[in-house]
């Protein structure tokens, strides 16, 4: 962080604020994830008094001030783990994720993440965000591939994380789904939350869920499966993955929500060979986020990168397409 970052920050709220983690993030050069943590913390007084929830209000004329501590010496460890960059300027760049990486340290996977590869590659990312998240502003599940977005410092990660809030990110995904859609175009729109039963999983069936919007087109049409664009408008956990499983077309692969071997077992007549063959196929579920378009920080200028379908998701096209429609 910046040594102008490294003492109290003190402002006066020139207008009423809904909420004083947004005004925050307006005014800081910090992202609202860091002013969050601040607060929590106890790092951050209104008029001299602690704040205590990030939601909480604040008047026009109020007095902030924000105690942001030096930066830690990063604890984690940089790994050679071989990465992929599909974009790079001096404040931000896009990582081609490769299927089976984890994405940040966790229980069960203390070492060998993307956060530890990216240390090593560009040591500068230490401690943005968060020393977890390395610079990354979003993330990916472990199987899924392709485009991550990645801050180089503070204010880059701020800018970046308000584009997502603002949903001003587009985000195209791949995907290779069993059966057939009706049409060749629509939208699911459906809440997503916990699932009641298993934790591990999210569910529209679920009594807190959030709004999730996932929109598709067809691409390719073969006999016991199909090719879809998806492009994002919100962005819940196993969104995409979710909507299909419960449309009745999962993900192909997708062991978690119904698109696994088992499914294959779904089809009769010479279509039941084909789809065992198309499961065999399958090393992982088949969802690959193909393209990211966002505003570069450095000038605002629109940026589009694209991560071509990987090999292992080309061996499996290459099987279905044996089997037109």
Known sequence: MSDAADRVHRLELGADAERIDRALADALPLSRTRIQALIEAGRVTLDGV????????APAGARIAVDVPPRAEPTLD?????????YEDERCLVVDKPAG???HPAPG??????????LHHRPGVAGVGSERKAGLVHRLDKDTSGCLLVAKD????????DQFARREIDKTYWAFAWGHLAGDAGVFDAPIGRA???RQKMSSRTRRGRRAVTRWRRVERWAVAEWLEIGLETGRTHQIRVHLAESGHPVIGDV??????????????PQAAWAREAAAAAPRHALHAHGLAFSRPAD????????????????LRDVLRWHAA
């Open 50 to 57: 602690v704040v205590e929830r990030a939601s909480q209000p």
């Open 78 to 86: 940089p790994e050679p783990i071989p990465l992929s960059f599909l």
């Open 101 to 103: 990486l984890v994405v």
């Open 109 to 118: 996977h203390p070492t060998g993440t993307l956060v530890h590869a990216l």
């Open 154 to 161: 503070e204010e880059a990660h701020r800018l970046l994380s």
């Open 196 to 198: 009641r039963h298993d």
């Open 256 to 269: 978690r929500y119904g698109g696994g071997p088992a499914r294959a077992r779904g089809f009769h007549g």
């Open 300 to 315: 605002g200028a629109r940026v589009r990168v694209e991560s071509p379908l990987p090999g292992d998701l080309v061996d």
